[in-house]
């Protein structure tokens, strides 16, 4: 059974302070690999897609890295209006946009 | 370009009633797929469609149930409510190209049941 599994559950830095979040997953036949934003009161926004290991996007602050088995959400020098739920998917084989997602980690940065 | 919208935004019914959320996609979206998002379990697939068919469904029982329209637009019903379908209902809209995992979502529908 696909599975998402997003660490840790939440994570407070302070602003500059730079750190990583962790998405692994099971899944077969691995088609896409997502990561969104969900500001309270709002839906998911999507950030960045990795389709396979080795691939790396960036924005701003936030870069996607991808591996076999898990991908990280590496934020530099946070300010606090990165504070936000960050939610991690996969989509597995099959004619589908179906996402299986985790349950996200809360980040809250302190200025 | 105006955004994915739901309505109602929030909601609260008695349990056994039933409720149905509608959804309007970015203009051009062919596919709409629906969410539930509750605290403990995050975000659960509930069903896609795509040119008024239902491409795929979740692992929720046939109470719930959902339809798209001519113009895109998408509802989805729930019957005979229970406590436990209290929950945010998420809409997202996509281009329709097979296998893309880049969803736009709307804000939202929440429901509340007592």
């Known amino acids: 059974e696909d599975q998402v599994t997003q660490s840790p559950e939440a994570l407070r830095l302070q602003e500059g302070e730079s750190s990583s979040l962790n998405c692994s997953y099971t899944v077969s036949g691995l088609r896409g690999l997502f990561w969104y934003r969900q500001d309270p009161g709002k839906g998911p926004e999507f950030l960045f897609t990795?389709?396979?290991a080795g691939e790396e996007k960036e924005k701003e602050r936030l870069k996607a890295t991808l591996t076999k088995k898990e991908s990280f959400l590496h934020i530099t020098a946070p300010k606090p209006e990165d504070s936000a739920t960050y939610l991690c998917?996969?989509?597995?084989?099959?004619?589908?946009?179906?996402?299986?997602f985790g349950t996200g980690t809360l980040l809250a940065v302190q200025p | 370009k105006a955004g994915v919208t739901q309505t109602p935004r929030y909601l609260i019914k008695t349990r056994g009633q039933q409720v149905t959320l509608s959804c309007s996609p970015i203009s051009g979206h062919r596919s709409v797929s629906w969410y539930q998002q509750t605290p403990g379990q995050g975000l659960q697939f509930l069903f896609e469609y795509f040119s008024e068919t239902q491409r795929n469904k979740g692992n929720f029982p046939g109470r719930f149930s959902g339809r798209q329209f001519s113009n895109s637009r998408s509802e989805m019903n729930v019957s005979t409510l229970e406590l436990g379908d209290s929950a945010l209902y998420l809409c997202?809209?996509?281009?329709?190209?097979?296998?893309?995992?880049?969803?736009?979502f709307g804000e939202g529908s929440r429901l509340t049941v007592l």
């Open positions: 998917a996969v989509q597995g084989g099959g004619a589908t946009n179906k996402l299986i």
């Open positions: 997202a809209s996509s281009s329709g190209t097979w296998n893309t995992g880049e969803l736009f």
């Open positions: 990795l389709y396979s």
